[in-house]
């Protein structure tokens, strides 16, 4: 089967590299040097899986610039491109998923349009009635950044947005590429599958805030909070996974999500959607009291990404206490290998580690590395347990 797949962020490229073991599979992207990359087989993103898959396994992938070559004969096109909240205007920007749903309808070919980008409640039934199609759902993604392709061969569960046959194909699609023996199959209407999407990924940014309050009541209270960690989580309902504290959640979804799940709330009583919302800054913006009580001259920022292993910094945490610092006119540099630029967000940016090392007064570190033990300067992080 011919599968064309738009977007190759971490969604796109990784569902390209799953179903290309066993169909043709197309790839569009609209920048030259990503297709090049892929062509060759050197993975433009940051994941462990994608990379091996690309070195080891005869892949029938091929990247292209043009939409008419990876459109034309296939039966599904999958859209994974970035979709994003404005804050000004209030609402999520879904102008990719439309420009290529449009691009789709003007080749006039028989297909099966899959969104698997973040998308708010309702999209694919406005979309049927704008564009007076019907030859598209929703399949919503669990994925993690830098375990793209691993989360799509063991998936925890495929959810397809559509009680047909065409939906049946396309998860078997999923479930024949994967490695996982049983997994869970659910089918439900496009506008329940965009529910899960940003009610899942909503309560994984409140766990995350929890912690993080945790957290900031222990440092302020002068208590252990690894101690009230461990206690907490040994109940089973409550469980020992996404239980580290951080500078706050980013990255390509949470805080998205969050932002669109609230303004889906219009006309909806609630209180927690909207505290979820406030408790990220709130976190900021008590990281932000604790560096300033050292009285620093430098502050320096140990990697703008959010995770161990990634090259994705996204809507990061620590860009938003940059922000701040910025605003208490603190001097802040950044050690960012993944830049290539001598600025980022008018802070300096430090490609040499002994020469961010020898200027800075304090370091903030989201998660710690093996790096780290190498800087002489006081660390101020909130990373308790080395992991994500």
């Known amino acids: 089967m011919k599968i064309a797949v738009a977007g190759t962020g971490y969604v796109g490229l990784s569902l390209a590299t799953l179903l290309s073991q066993k169909n043709e599979v197309y790839a569009l992207d609209v920048i030259p040097e990503k297709v090049e990359m892929i062509n060759n087989r050197i993975s433009p993103i940051r994941d462990e899986k ?7 396994k005869d892949l029938n992938l091929k990247a292209t610039l043009d939409y008419k070559e990876a459109f034309t004969g296939a039966e599904y096109v999958i859209i994974s491109t970035p979709t994003n909240y404005d804050d000004e205007l209030n609402y999520f920007d879904t102008s990719s998923v439309e420009d290529i749903i449009e691009k789709v309808i003007s080749l006039g070919i028989e297909t099966t349009m899959v969104v698997k980008s973040t998308i708010p409640v309702g999209f694919i039934e406005s979309m049927k009635e704008k564009y007076h199609i019907d030859n598209i759902l929703f399949s919503p993604e669990f994925l993690r950044e830098g375990k793209a392709l691993y989360d799509n061969l063991y998936p925890s569960r495929i959810i397809v947005g ?47 805030s929890y912690f993080n309050e945790l957290d900031t009541y222990a440092e302020l209270k002068g208590l252990n909070t690894k101690d009230i960690i461990d206690g907490v989580c040994l109940d089973p309902r409550i469980g020992d996974h996404y239980n580290n504290p951080s500078f706050g959640y980013g990255g390509y979804c949470l805080p998205k999500d969050t932002k669109q799940l609230l303004a889906n709330y219009k006309h909806v009583p609630q209180n927690l959607i909207e505290a979820i919302v406030k408790s990220n800054d709130t976190r900021k913006d008590h990281i932000t009291r604790m560096i300033l009580r ?7 920022i140990y990697r703008l990404t959010m995770k161990t292993d990634s090259d994705n910094f996204r809507a990061s945490a620590i860009q938003g206490i940059i ?21 980022f967000n008018d802070c300096r940016v430090i490609h040499e580690f002994d020469n961010f090392n020898e200027l800075v007064d304090v370091v903030l570190v989201n998660r710690m590395d093996e790096q780290i033990k190498h800087i002489t300067k006081e660390i101020y992080t909130r990373d308790l347990f080395a992991r994500d």
């Open 323 to 343: 922000e701040r610092l910025k605003f208490y006119n603190v001097e802040v540099v950044i050690y960012e290998p993944t830049l290539k630029t001598d600025t």
């Open 162 to 208: 559509e009680k047909s046959k065409r939906a049946e194909i396309f998860a078997n699609l999923l479930k024949d590429a994967c490695l996982k023996e049983d997994v869970i199959i659910k089918y439900m209407d496009s506008t329940e599958a965009e529910a899960v999407k940003l009610f899942a990924n909503t309560y994984l940014a409140l766990r995350v």
């Open 294 to 300: 050292k009285s620093p001259k430098v502050v320096g």
């Open 50 to 56: 994608i990379e091996e898959f690309f070195k080891t």
